[in-house]
Nanobody
């Protein structure tokens, strides 16, 4: 499995932006589809975005489409989540995830990061 470490979370006002990063190690990063999930207090963990190993195809939850952008740099073994126009309902712990198959990744990742807190104030 690949090891994942997220960074970039924090406190931001509504309408602001944050960029999350997830650094991977342990396996060949470019073999993996990568994704982001989030979990708000008292709620189930939910899918946010995913990107194929090549970076050509991306997928988003309807709630973030048009506001969030997932990207990857295979030379740096890092995946990013650019979050714009943030809303209080985006407040959650954000998790990086990996699986070699992007379709399986959306439901059952094989690797998880430890999470990073994002708080959006109104």
């Amino acid at each position: 499995q690949v090891q994942l470490v997220e960074s970039g979370g924090g406190l931001v006002q509504a309408g602001g932006s944050l960029r999350l990063s997830c650094a991977a190690s342990g396996r060949t990063f470019s073999n993996y589809a990568m994704g982001w999930f989030r979990q708000a207090p008292g709620q189930e963990r939910e899918f946010v975005a995913a990107i194929r190993w090549s970076g050509v195809m991306t997928y988003y939850a309807d709630s973030v489409k048009g506001r969030f952008t997932i990207s990857r740099d295979n030379a740096k073994d890092t995946v990013y989540l650019q979050m714009n126009s943030l809303k209080p309902e985006d407040t959650a712990v954000y998790y990086c995830a990996a699986h070699w198959n992007v379709l399986v990744l959306r439901t059952t990742p094989s690797s998880w990061g430890q999470g990073t807190q994002v708080t959006v104030s109104s």
